[in-house]
């Protein structure tokens, strides 16, 4: 698969680039300038403090939020989202903190959910095996598809939620916050499946407050300041001092 | 069989799972099911055999085949209401205007079809597609203003009361003829003996049909399958069961045509509930409103389909009970009819805060509400006894469900 060796200097042209994107709400200006590329294959950490505009960022990847300026490319075009279906329609999927998942429902239901084979019969046999070669495939560790959600815990929530998104053959995949309310076990999980995302070619950007947790899964990470850029890292070099750094704004990398 | 021995089935490799297959394990895990509270039509089943017991004792008349007979068509009428109330329970709604609802489309046929002369047909075409404006006015107050399905359908309770009040005029009571269709197909429809067995075959069979192309497709997939042994004595014990219901019934006047299209109707609603998209996503819309909205599900549609559907089968259920009574009147629809409706629905097992329930809870809970009326009203109660203890007995199937939904959550079930 292309992009498959993670390199965080991936050539080629990137999957997604933001060009000096910015986005005010009334008079507060939440994104001024910012720039990202995310290519192929590549895991791509967005940190930053409370209200850094980390959310507003994903938000507007996401397609719910427009950019007021600033260039937005996939593949090399510019596009422009009106809402989250176009982004969904360009393969930007996005798994939000609460995953939005019907707990009443069993696993194959959410999985499918919104899209469900033969909508008048339901292929349920069909929705199963493709349920279990989806999770198998993620090497999820989910005992049996046909129960409710309510019965899951936290990781594998969060498993299913991820293998959801994945379900519409998306290019670029978002995270946020996957591994927080998670156990040390489960987050390993978790890590390790987002690894197998990217494996699979896709582009993966994730947000996240835990600095282990970021210069493990990640190939970059990119740090916003109060709605600016504030540096970009080879997340194998850099230290978490730096990280953190560049987070409180002890050190500036504009 | 073979097969499974040396690969085991897709569903079935997590060394956690216990084993569940083969029919000893299927007892072993309904038993499971049961201790963790996910009791499904159980308490509503043990509930109408103690009814039963107790009624029989009382006056042995109950269990005749005259009072059944009576019990079903009296049932059918408040059914299909109810199984309306399921779909916007569904979506964890609710109309509590259903009765006033089904009195005022009464009012409207009886209006139209006695006073004016115009085609039954038309007439009843006329009351429900008024039902289904309405249901359609909840569902965009709801979606568009905001309001709560509970103050707007019970601001529509009083004001659809008042027009049938109104519509009805000084008589306050309309009498249909008794050669009219809908007076004859409610009071004086019964299937043929030999026809009713038949059809109980027809059910029992489609459900074996069903059931064995479900386990075909499964097997093929290589996902576990029911084992066939079991598939068969629940057909035989369907059989058996339908086959003595109707050849009892049929011991007294038989069964009317009412009671199988409310069967019907069950059927065809467990269907668009279980197994198509739509059903889908009405339980997702009643689980978890903002997944649902993510999921791409059109939310808004969904609940106003879930209120058309309730509105119009409101109506359906208040013709036909004219059509029992051969009359629209003030009282059509008034009294104990809405807290029934609703009642039977929750009693059967649809949770009153939405995405759990069937179509089944309204068949079951309808019988439950119908067979304490009939009992009481054997025992000469007076209808000040019959609210109270249909009062009681709603409150014990809402503490049953409540008990039940806490010990889910504690063992990790929806």
């Known amino acids: 698969m292309p992009g498959a060796s993670g390199a965080p200097s991936a050539t080629g042209e990137p999957l997604l680039s933001l060009r000096g994107v910015s986005k005010s709400f009334g008079a507060v200006q939440a994104l001024t300038d910012i720039d990202l590329e995310v290519h192929a294959g590549e895991v791509v950490a967005l940190v930053g403090d409370n209200g850094a505009g980390k959310s507003t960022l994903v938000k507007v990847l996401a397609g719910v939020h427009q950019p007021s300026s600033g260039t937005f490319l996939f593949d090399g075009r510019p596009v422009t989202l009106g809402g989250p279906s176009d982004a969904i329609d360009l393969g930007i999927a996005t798994v939000f903190q609460d995953l939005a998942l019907c707990e009443n429902l069993s696993v194959v239901d959410n999985l499918f959910l919104g899209r469900e084979l033969s909508p008048l019969a339901l292929d349920e046999t069909t929705m199963e095996v493709r349920s279990w070669e989806l999770l198998r495939s993620l090497s999820a560790k989910i005992p049996t598809v046909r129960i409710p959600i309510a019965s899951l815990s936290g990781g594998q929530r969060q498993t299913v939620a991820i293998a959801r998104s994945l379900l519409g053959d998306p290019r670029l995949i978002m995270l946020d916050e996957p591994t927080a309310a998670l156990g040390v076990a489960q987050t390993a999980e978790v890590l390790a499946m987002i690894r197998r995302v990217s494996e699979r070619g896709l582009g993966v950007v994730v947000i996240s407050h835990n600095m282990e947790d970021v210069r493990q899964v990640a190939d970059r990470v990119v740090v916003l300041r109060l709605g600016r850029n504030n540096g970009v890292f080879d997340a194998r070099t850099v230290t978490t001092q730096t990280l953190v750094g560049a987070i409180t704004g002890a050190e500036d990398h504009r | ?414």
Not at chain 2, 235 to 245: K, R, S
Not at chain 2, 247 to 255: D, E, I, S
Not at chain 2, 334 to 352: E, F, R, Y
Not at chain 2, 378 to 407: C, K, M, P, Y
């Open chain 2, 1 to 414: 069989m073979t097969t499974q021995t040396t690969q085991p089935a897709l569903d079935r490799t997590d060394e956690r799972l216990t084993g569940d297959a083969g029919a000893r394990g299927l007892v072993r895990s309904s038993i499971r099911n049961i201790r963790d509270g996910d009791l499904g039509f159980l308490p509503v089943i043990i509930g109408l055999v103690i009814i039963a017991v107790i009624f029989q004792i009382l006056n042995p008349v109950f269990l005749s085949s005259a009072n059944l007979v009576n019990l079903a068509l009296d049932s059918a009428a408040v059914g299909v209401i109810s199984l309306g109330i399921v779909f916007v329970l569904l979506v964890g709604e609710i109309d509590l205007s259903v009765g006033s609802l089904s009195g005022f489309s009464a009012a409207i046929m009886a209006v139209l079809f006695v006073r004016h002369g115009v085609n039954l047909g038309l007439a009843v075409l006329i009351a429900c597609l008024v039902a289904c404006a309405i249901g359609l006015l909840y569902g965009v107050l709801l979606t568009k203003f905001g309001m709560p399905s509970f103050v707007a359908s019970l601001a529509g309770l009083l004001a659809f009361l008042g027009l049938q009040l109104a519509i009805l005029g000084s008589q306050g009571s309309i009498n249909l003829p008794y050669d009219s269709g809908l007076v004859q197909f409610a009071q004086l429809a019964f299937l043929p003996a030999p026809v009713s067995y038949a059809l109980a075959a027809v059910f029992a069979l489609g459900f074996l049909l069903s059931r064995l192309d479900r386990r075909r497709r499964r097997a093929r997939a290589n996902l576990s399958t029911t084992p066939l042994s079991l598939l068969v004595v629940g057909t035989v014990l369907l059989l058996l069961a339908l086959e003595f219901a109707f050849w009892y019934l049929n011991q007294a006047r038989g069964v009317g045509w009412m009671v199988i299209t409310f069967l019907v109707m069950v059927l065809v609603a467990n269907y668009a509930i279980t197994r198509t998209k739509w059903g889908r996503s009405l339980l997702a819309v009643g689980g978890n409103r903002e997944a649902a909205r993510r999921s791409g599900i059109n939310v808004n549609g969904i609940y106003w389909s879930a209120f058309v559907l309730t509105a119009l089968l409101a109506c359906v259920g208040g013709l036909l009970s004219a059509g029992r009574l051969a009359s629209a009147n003030l009282s059509s629809g008034t009294g104990d009819v809405n807290l029934n409706a609703i009642a039977a629905a929750v009693i059967g097992g649809t949770s009153l805060f939405g995405g759990r329930g069937s179509a089944f809870s309204a068949l079951l809970g309808t019988l439950v509400i119908g067979a304490i009326a009939s009992g009481l009203t054997l025992l000469n109660l007076e209808s000040s006894w019959r609210f109270v203890i249909t009062g009681v007995v709603l409150a014990v199937a809402v503490g049953i469900d409540s008990l039940a939904r806490r010990s889910r959550a504690s063992h990790g079930r929806a």
